[in-house]
């Protein structure tokens, strides 16, 4: 039996009976559970083990729990939906726990209706921070400390469920780079990969862009150009902060930040080792800034070629070992100026 669900437009297969049930009859079975269990899923959603089609058949079913969106008509899927849900999924789940802390069966907040001007979900984003602001207005007239600390709690509970905060950046990265790849429509445009040269989409090495610029030693073989592009598009496709950032925006974007303030500043002199070897000089009118950097970097280079045991990471001997190199190639220079190299 073929149906084709009358809240979410999809058509799903059911067994049994040659039959084809249009819009309007019926509708997928998801929308019949309640919304403490849909909540369970958003670890699996955090964690992209669900489809685009699982986390779309999600939403629709959160937004329809509340209670708050009639649908008129079906929602229909657009080349933005994707972007829409994961974007969105967030601030929803977050404003429906604190819609559900508000027993008063006086207070209304705002409803919405799907119809065919609304169907692309293009305001829902709209709906839920108009729920949000309607919500602090409540709570600006809220007396009780205990049920107030309820809120919090509340939020801060599925805060938990959508990211754990004791994992490192690097081990959730992965999870980082799908979201970031549907929420910021990455174009999947074929291109020549850097590094293997192999045709691929680009949204496939922009997400290898951002998994590898969560490692601090993996981030230096990204070229900075094509971080500050990724970062570009992001910047123009993902909200950032204020009432629309996410605990996922703000990684990805702190990520991505980080990477090419640690590429610029890799031999910059913002975080020189300065020790008791280092010397220091005062610039006379024909020496360059350039050259005085060049300077400073070959005076705060080890006595000796550093040995990768000698460091606690990779990036910190590859420091080392760039400054050394300077300082070395100077002093070979020189020796051949002074008639040593001969």
Not at 31 to 49: C, H, I, Y
Not at 200 to 223: D, G, Q, T
Not at 226 to 246: A, F, M, N, S, V
Request: net charge neutral; glycine share 4%; proline share 5%.
């Amino acid at each position: 039996m073929r149906i084709l669900c009358s809240i979410s437009g999809i058509e799903f297969q059911c067994d049994h009976l040659p039959l084809t049930l249009h819009a309007r009859e019926s509708y997928h079975p998801v929308f019949n559970v309640p919304q403490r269990k849909l909540f369970t899923l958003l670890p699996k959603w955090s964690g992209n083990e669900l489809t685009q089609t699982d986390s779309y058949l999600l939403f629709l079913s959160l937004l329809r729990s509340s209670d708050l969106v009639d649908f008129r008509t079906s929602a229909r899927i657009t080349n933005l939906t994707n972007s829409i849900v994961a974007q969105n999924m967030e601030h929803l789940v977050k404003t429906l726990a604190k819609l559900n802390t508000v027993l008063n069966p006086a207070v209304v907040f705002p409803h919405y209706v799907i119809s065919h001007e609304t169907c692309d979900l293009s305001n829902v984003s709209f709906w839920i921070e108009n729920w949000k602001d309607s919500h602090n207005e409540f709570l600006a007239g809220y007396k009780s400390p205990h049920d107030l600390s309820k809120v919090n709690k509340r939020e801060a509970a599925l805060e938990r469920l959508i990211k754990n905060p004791h994992k490192k950046v690097s081990e959730f990265a992965p999870m980082l780079a799908e979201w970031a790849a549907v929420a910021g429509n990455f174009p999947t445009f074929i291109i020549e990969h850097p590094f293997t040269k192999m045709k691929v989409p680009c949204a496939e090495y922009w997400k290898m862009i951002l998994i590898r610029c969560a490692n601090e030693e993996s981030l230096f073989s990204i070229p900075q150009s094509d971080i500050q592009e990724l970062l570009t598009h992001c910047e123009d496709e993902i909200p950032d902060t204020g009432k629309h950032g996410t605990i996922h925006s703000y990684h990805v974007f702190k990520i991505l930040r980080h990477a090419i303030e640690r590429q610029k500043n890799f031999l910059g002199l913002g975080d020189l080792d300065i020790g008791s070897h280092t010397r220091f000089s005062i610039l006379n009118e024909t020496s360059s800034v350039e050259e005085a950097n060049l300077d400073s970097l070959r005076a705060s280079a080890p006595d000796h070629e550093p040995k990768r045991s000698e460091y606690p990471n990779t990036f910190a001997y590859m420091k080392a070992k760039m400054r050394w190199t300077l300082a070395e190639k100077e002093r070979i220079r020189k020796d051949k100026e002074n008639g040593g190299g001969k």
